[in-house]
Nanobody
Framework: QVQLVESGGGFVQAGDSLRLSCVVS????????MGWFRQAPGKEREFVAA????????YYRDSVKGRFTISRDNAKNTVYLQMNSLKPEDTAVYYC????????????????????WGLGTQVTVSS
């Protein structure tokens, strides 16, 4: 059984930083494309960032480019999302997701490409 557990969320001020972590258990971590999504109250879940299985390629939504960095440590079965210069509009529940043996392509932006999801971690950014 595959499990994803996020951590690292919290309440911060605008301009602060947070690092989210997601530990994956249950299958060979290196076979997953990993993604981060977020969902704000009253809004649909949206793509934030993704990283390929071998850590050589990344995608970001435009609004976080230059501020957020996704990375992974295959030895620790963990994917990270470093979030700098946080803004109030970054406030959301952040979800980790895993796509088993998928193709790193334009489809990676879509939530329905991911088979496994964590329960989410709340990030609140105050102005």
């Amino acid at each position: 059984q595959v499990q994803l557990v996020e951590s690292g969320g919290g309440f911060v001020q605008a301009g602060d930083s947070l690092r989210l972590s997601c530990v994956v258990s249950g299958r060979t971590f290196g076979r997953y494309i990993m993604g981060w999504f977020r969902q704000a109250p009253g809004k649909e879940r949206e793509f934030v960032a993704a990283i390929s299985r071998t850590d050589t390629n990344t995608y970001y939504r435009d609004s976080v480019k230059g501020r957020f960095t996704i990375s992974r440590d295959n030895a620790k079965n963990t994917v990270y999302l470093q979030m700098n210069s946080l803004k109030p509009e970054d406030t959301a529940v952040y979800y980790c997701a895993a796509d088993y043996l998928g193709a790193f392509s334009s489809r990676t932006y879509y939530a329905n490409e991911y088979e496994y999801w964590g329960l989410g971690t709340q990030v609140t950014v105050s102005s």
